[in-house]
């Protein structure tokens, strides 16, 4: 089978004798042996680095964080740090000479900019989404892609709870009143969360944080999820999703976009619910039936509700939220008890951090490791540690395609050396296999990466050592 896009094969980074390792102050492994958590009498796991006579160049751009920025320099890596974006030609032109790259959103990593990366080791996406790069093209240039899709969850249950007290005292609609100068005091259809239900559509990150939050506060928990989930706390499971909409005051939705969540809270669930309930979006705009919630909420059927999210939401601050976004817009922001927010629901200062840390994280034990897992568009393979004991030996991380007999051909090359441990794994067309290698002279690091990297399937071969 030969590569579908004609990305061709990455010649390896490897180019001579094994480099001075530079100094290194902060990996997972060091922090480990600083905290004492690995006694004296255990193996101490090795720090490994690329075997290359180059030093790694990363591009950050978008105004990633400082605090990642000052973790690839205590690596001994070469950072340049842009505030801003850069478009597809400017990356282009300067992609060629870098190992990494770490975006937001706003950078897209199109096919151009991937077949111009030569050096191009790994993409890190510093936030949740990775719409902004063609994965498939990266993993077929043997480029895994790293993001963050839970880091901000506590930030999402937090303003769940938030919500559900604001509805329950319908105190935005009297600090509202409050600003135009009207004092309006009142107790009718206000309520205290304590002993109420709370019904969670989707247990995930979020549904299952958000469980233990509301549990804290009084309430009772059930959740509803396609898979069979075990319960934190005292909640409990519902067998429907009209059972869970039938007993609960509260009903919140924490599911993924996917074809069968689309409007899955419609006309039909709405009138399920219990009359004067309340419905919370924070999940992805899709999955409810604006202009049927609407109705329910004008037929005093639901008695309020907060959404985060839209179907079509604007490209940046300032812009209008109107009728020509979305039809019914002005019609949803003339309800009186329905919140609305810019898709705010994980914009916190402490996920920020999170991303930055995590992915930053995921890079560097990249480059260090070879360690894929976690990785959006590649095989998800580790190995445990080389240890300080153990210093010839090679790890190498082979990116291929995947077709049959590649292993035959590598384990051909490695069968005069034993193999300590060796894991592959596959995705689509691409096939990752990482190895080590014991008792490796200088002198065959270069023979054993050059005849990895002739074999047919070749497309990123690495050692690091
Ligand atoms: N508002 C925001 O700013 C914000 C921030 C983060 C995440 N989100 C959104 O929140 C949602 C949940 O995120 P998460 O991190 O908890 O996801 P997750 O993948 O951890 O959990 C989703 C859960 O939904 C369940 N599920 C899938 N299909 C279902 C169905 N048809 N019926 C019932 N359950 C179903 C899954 O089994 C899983 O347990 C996602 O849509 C995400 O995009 C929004």
Known sequence: MTNPIAIPPRSPVVQAAVSVSPTTTSTIHERLRRDSLLSSNVRQPKVLHPVENEDLKLLLLENISQDAVKSFRAQGWQVDHHTKALSEDELVQKIGQYHAIGIRSKTK???????????????????IGTNQVDLE????????????????????????????????????ERSFEMRQGLW???????????????????????????????????MRVLFY???????????????????????????????????????????????????????????????????????????GHIAGAALDVYPVEPGSNGSPFDD??????????????????????????EAQRMIGEEVAGSLTRYLNFGATVGAVNFPEVDLRAITADEPDHVRICHVHVNQPGVLRQVNEVLSPYNVEKQYSDSKGDVAYLMADIADVSPHDVNKLRELISKTSANILTRLLA
């Not at 074809?259 to 999940?283: F, V």
């Not at 979305?326 to 200062?349: D, Q």
């Open 109 to 127: 990593i199109t096919s151009r900019v991937i077949k111009s990366a030569s050096k191009l080791l790994v993409i890190g996406c510093f936030c």
């Open 137 to 172: 093209t990266a993993g077929k240039a043997g480029i895994p892609v790293f993001n963050s899709p839970f880091s901000n969850s506590r930030s999402v249950a937090e303003l769940v709870i938030s919500e559900i007290i604001a509805l329950a005292r319908q105190y935005f």
């Open 225 to 299: 999820d396609i898979i069979n989930l075990m319960p934190l706390g005292s909640a409990r499971q519902t067998d429907t999703l009209s059972n869970l909409l039938s007993e609960s005051d509260f009903v919140t939705l924490h599911v993924p976009e996917l074809p069968e969540t689309k409007k899955m809270i419609s006309g039909p669930q709405l009138a399920q619910m219990k009359k004067g309930a309340y419905l919370i979006n924070n999940a992805r705009g899709s999955v409810i039936d604006i202009p049927a919630l609407i109705e329910a909420v004008k037929s």
């Open 184 to 218: 309006n005091k009142q107790s009718k259809g206000c309520w205290e969360i304590r002993g109420k239900t709370l019904g969670i559509v989707g247990y995930g990150h979020i549904g299952s944080q958000l469980s233990v939050l509301a549990e804290a506060f009084g």
């Open 324 to 349: 020509q976004l979305n039809p019914w817009a002005s019609e949803l922001r003339s309800l009186k008890n329905v919140i609305l927010t810019p898709h705010i629901g994980g914009s916190t200062e």
